[in-house]
């Protein structure tokens, strides 16, 4: 009798178990898709995200799409009546950026408020489940009144650097945010391209004098790295930097020995996705290896804005009009998909 009724007892854990592991793959998530919702692979530029079901985009017009895996692009709304313009709708991207960082959904939201006739924006960070104002990306307290004037709260644009620091920018400062959006770092020399990175314990970032400057982040220490030219535009494979200057040639410096190598000319803006450089100059769009070898011609794709490239899986996207448009790595395979 005893054996029976542990036998039962075990046959009952385990079907619990089953279903159990059944509905947490099945489980809808905070944008209404299944399963866990992640970061596209991007340092240097737009976010999407992205679960077993959906990738999300935000469109030129603020809403945020949903592309399914049969091509279907819609807004991320089911309610028929629904003009999307609530903060509350999951298909208003007007104003949000949603991001992962330490496996939570999270999103930047700059709430406009009407200030002596004119509107301002509040900005914050936001954690999806529970609603609560994880960062409200204050004015840095110690910002000179010079800077400060052309300063505010509103969030411009945030990036995950790493799995323990997530980087929070506004229109004149830059915040470097620890696991408990603590502040770590900030400066007030931000340049007009909102990158950065986390290599050996030192972080990058370019300044609005358009130059690269090296931070060690454990002394807080900051420097100017050499490189005898103005940066536009940065982005980092493993142990390099590729970057753009102001005459428009494209670089790769070595983190490690600090060896540059020219890779291409006639380069103003470029996307660095994986192992391949996508860079565009006027009705040029090329797509490069990291030597700066042609791989793929792709000035056909004239929708295709390659400075801001999207990468999620084994394909790379980017906003066209009234939709996204998608190719294989390698160029390969365009596509667009379009909503109404």
């Given at each position: ?27 809808t998530n905070y944008l209404g898709g299944k399963g866990e919702i992640k970061n596209s692979e991007r340092e240097n530029g737009l976010w ?6 959906y990738k999300y985009f935000t469109s030129y017009d603020k809403a945020l799409l949903r592309l399914d895996k049969n091509g279907n692009l ?24 949603y991001f992962v960082f330490n496996d939570r959904l999270y999103k930047s939201y700059n709430e406009p408020r009407e200030v002596g006739g ?223």
């Amino acid at each position: 009798m005893i054996k029976k009724i542990m036998c039962l007892a075990l046959l009952g854990a385990m079907f619990v178990m089953a279903t159990g592991c059944s509905n947490g793959e099945n489980k809808t998530n905070y944008l209404g898709g299944k399963g866990e919702i992640k970061n596209s692979e991007r340092e240097n530029g737009l976010w999407a995200v992205y679960d077993d079901e959906y990738k999300y985009f935000t469109s030129y017009d603020k809403a945020l799409l949903r592309l399914d895996k049969n091509g279907n692009l819609t807004v991320n709304c089911d309610v028929a009546t629904c003009g999307h313009s609530l903060e509350s709708c999951k298909g208003n991207a007007k104003d949000i950026e949603y991001f992962v960082f330490n496996d939570r959904l999270y999103k930047s939201y700059n709430e406009p408020r009407e200030v002596g006739g004119m509107v301002e924006y509040k900005g914050s960070i936001i954690d999806c489940e529970s609603g609560k104002v994880v960062f409200d990306n204050p004015i840095p307290e110690d910002m000179s009144e010079e800077d400060s004037i052309d300063d505010s709260t509103e969030v411009s644009y945030v990036r995950v650097l790493n799995d323990d620091i997530v980087k929070v920018e506004g229109p004149r400062h830059a915040y470097l945010l620890d696991k408990d959006f603590n502040v770590l770092y900030w400066h007030s020399d931000t340049g007009k391209f909102p990158w950065g990175t986390i290599y050996d314990n030192t972080y990058y970032y370019i300044n609005d004098l358009y130059q690269l400057i090296a931070v060690d982040m454990n002394t807080y220490e900051s420097s100017p790295v050499e490189l005898d030219t103005k940066i536009f535009m940065c982005d980092r494979n493993g142990d390099y930097l590729y970057f753009t200057d102001k005459f428009e040639e494209l670089y790769r410096y070595s983190l490690k020995d600090g060896s540059k190598q020219k890779l291409g000319e006639g380069i103003i803006v470029f996307s660095l996705l994986g192992d391949y450089i996508y860079w565009c100059n006027n009705d040029i769009r090329n797509i490069l290896d990291l030597d700066g070898k042609l791989v793929c011609d792709c000035s056909d794709y004239t929708k295709m804005e390659f400075d801001c490239l999207i990468r999620i899986e084994d394909k790379v996207y980017t906003i066209v009009e009234n939709g996204v448009a998608e190719m294989d790595l390698d160029g390969k395979n365009y596509k667009e998909y379009t909503y109404k």
